[in-house]
């Protein structure tokens, strides 16, 4: 069963590059260049046991349009988002109260821009620890 992605970046092309990238490597992934429109973010409950299974990573740029990626995980986690792999990539993240608040959900941060290598190498590091697959689909209207 392939792993599932949820990438969230307001740039298309950042957007693409990561999907690509993912998809490559054999996950099912869901892209989304606003949180407002991605179902973990604007659903009042989990969404994922009615849309067939978990994220197994979470990909979210920190500045996007309306809520930015440390309020994404935040919301998420107090819907008891069972997903443990969360990466936070940004260009321009500076304040050190962000970095600690996303810090304390367990969450990676990347600095953009990156190399689509240090992203395969958090992937290498996830699947190498034996990262539960999720048991059923997560598949999502885009």
Same mark, same amino acid.
């Given at each position: 069963m392939?792993?599932?992605a949820?990438?969230?970046?307001?740039?298309?092309?950042?957007?693409?590059?990561?999907?690509?990238?993912?998809?490559?490597?054999?996950?099912?992934?869901?892209?989304?260049?606003c949180?407002?429109?991605?179902?973990?973010?604007?659903?009042?409950?989990?969404?994922?046991?009615?849309?067939?299974?978990?994220?197994?990573v979470?990909?979210?740029?920190?500045?996007?349009?309306?809520?930015?990626?440390?309020?994404?995980?935040?919301?998420?986690?107090?819907?008891?988002?069972?997903?443990?792999?969360?990466? $936070?990539?940004?260009?321009?993240?500076?304040?050190?109260?962000?970095l /600690?608040?996303? %810090?304390?959900?367990?969450? &990676?941060?990347? #600095?953009?821009?990156?190399? $689509?290598?240090?992203?395969?190498?958090?992937?290498?590091?996830?699947? /190498?620890?034996? %990262?539960?697959?999720?048991? &059923?689909?997560? #598949?999502?209207?885009?």
């Amino acid at each position: 069963m392939s792993r599932r992605a949820l990438i969230l970046d307001d740039d298309p092309l950042v957007l693409s590059l990561l999907q690509g990238g993912l998809s490559r490597r054999g996950y099912e992934v869901s892209t989304f260049s606003c949180p407002l429109s991605c179902p973990l973010y604007s659903h009042g409950s989990c969404p994922c046991p009615f849309m067939g299974g978990c994220p197994d990573v979470i990909v979210t740029d920190f500045d996007m349009p309306f809520v930015n990626g440390v309020e994404f995980i935040e919301r998420v986690k107090r819907k008891l988002c069972k997903c443990r792999n969360i990466l $936070l990539i940004s260009g321009c993240l500076t304040d050190p109260l962000d970095l /600690r608040r996303a %810090a304390e959900h367990g969450v &990676t941060f990347m #600095a953009k821009p990156f190399h $689509l290598n240090q992203l395969h190498d958090w992937l290498d590091s996830i699947e /190498r620890q034996g %990262a539960p697959v999720s048991q &059923t689909g997560f #598949a999502v209207a885009v």
